[in-house]
């Protein structure tokens, strides 16, 4: 039989380095879940992603155990890191910051294919985008679907 579930646990940790600290220790306590066991289990299965905010999913149960989803580096870091830069325009409107190319914007849209609520790369690469123009990061270049022969 299915175990009852009690609560969701939204987080952002950057992988491999989750300890009881805030935020980690005190979102899992107020809900009773293993702080150490969530740590060393979130730990071994994101040392590929070691230092990058990855943003983690805990199912908690009526018994206190859990589960967990990893989901894939937010698309805003992935372009601050294409564009090399700390952080975005404080008027995304007016100052553009920084900028990326069109094939930068796809490598992130296939990267985050799988959490987006896209069927095709060319509004996948048209999210990415998007998030790339409201940080004030101009894409560079023509669009793929824009360059075809007609």
């Known amino acids: 039989m299915a175990k009852e579930v009690e609560t969701f646990i939204k987080l952002q940790v950057k992988g491999g380095q989750a300890n009881p600290a805030p935020p980690v220790g005190p979102a899992l306590g107020a809900k009773g879940v293993n702080i150490m066991e969530f740590c060393k289990r979130f730990n071994a299965d994101t040392?590929?992603?070691m230092?990058?905010?990855v943003p983690v999913i805990i199912t908690v149960f009526k018994d206190k155990s859990f589960s967990f989803v990893i989901k894939t580096t937010p698309a805003a870091v992935q372009l601050l890191q294409?564009?090399?830069l700390k952080g975005g325009s404080p008027q995304s409107n007016r100052q553009k910051v920084g900028s990326v190319t069109w094939d930068q914007v796809q490598v992130i849209a296939e990267d985050k294919m799988a959490d987006l609520n896209a069927f095709k790369m060319e509004s996948a690469m048209k999210m990415i985008a998007g998030t790339?123009?409201?940080m004030g990061i101009n894409v560079n270049g023509d669009a793929p679907w824009d360059t075809e022969e007609a």
């Open 47 to 49: 040392q590929d992603k």
């Open 51 to 53: 230092g990058q905010v």
């Open 82 to 84: 294409a564009a090399g």
């Open 132 to 134: 790339a123009r409201s």
